[in-house]
């Protein structure tokens, strides 16, 4: 393909396009906009990003990402420590935290199982999650996986793994659509999902 633009900018359309819901014309598109506003977008873009790259660290607790180890609402004492609430990744957690649906802690698994993409237990943060379900004083485990095929047969291998410990396990309310995935719902939705809880 013909270069229509410097290596530097070409550089910049390549690492954009790699961005989750950006092809290469959307990369493009980007990376004009922040070049013709360079003083107001792409030099304060460019520190936020050094800063995130110098400053952010996941939470050895829960898996969170955050600026501190244990992260912010770990660290939070209003917190409810008998509750936890099991989301697949952070954008997951971030977007329960906007609709205020949770004062409870989380643990983020970082995926789902996945025979198809040979994603087996161990590489996800399960064996840490039963460690902290077992703590004296948890109460109450929440599945709060996406209503997809993984996330069910995820939501059903850790429930497996939970029995025996003397927990309740509920699963969130059908609120959320089968096929959905929680960082696009509402905060409505969220909130009546979480309220609406089960056992599973």
């Not at 948890?138 to 209503?147: D, G, I, P, S, Y």
Request: neutral net charge.
């Amino acid at each position: 393909m013909k270069r229509t633009a410097g290596v530097e900018i070409e550089r910049l359309i390549q690492l954009l396009a790699k961005l989750p819901g950006l092809g290469p014309r959307s990369a493009r598109r980007a990376a004009l906009y922040l070049i013709k506003n360079r003083e107001k977008l792409l030099s304060p873009l460019s520190l936020a990003m050094a800063d995130a790259q110098d400053k952010v660290t996941v939470c050895s607790t829960c898996g969170n990402v955050d600026t501190i180890d244990p992260c912010t609402i770990c660290s939070d004492t209003r917190r409810d420590r008998t509750i936890l609430c099991v989301v697949e990744e952070v954008g997951d957690l971030w977007a329960l935290e906007r609709a205020g649906a949770w004062t409870g802690l989380y643990h983020v698994l970082g995926g789902t199982l996945s025979a198809m993409e040979g994603v087996r237990p161990e590489d996800l943060a399960i064996n840490h999650l039963i460690e902290r379900a077992a703590v004296s004083g948890m109460r109450e485990v929440v599945l709060a996986t996406n209503a997809t095929v993984e996330g069910q047969t995820t939501a059903h291998y850790i429930t497996e793994r939970l029995k025996g410990l003397g927990l309740s396990t509920s699963r969130l309310a059908h609120g959320v659509p089968v096929g959905g995935e929680l960082d696009y719902l509402d905060e409505g939705t969220l909130t009546a999902a979480m309220r609406a809880r089960r056992p599973f």
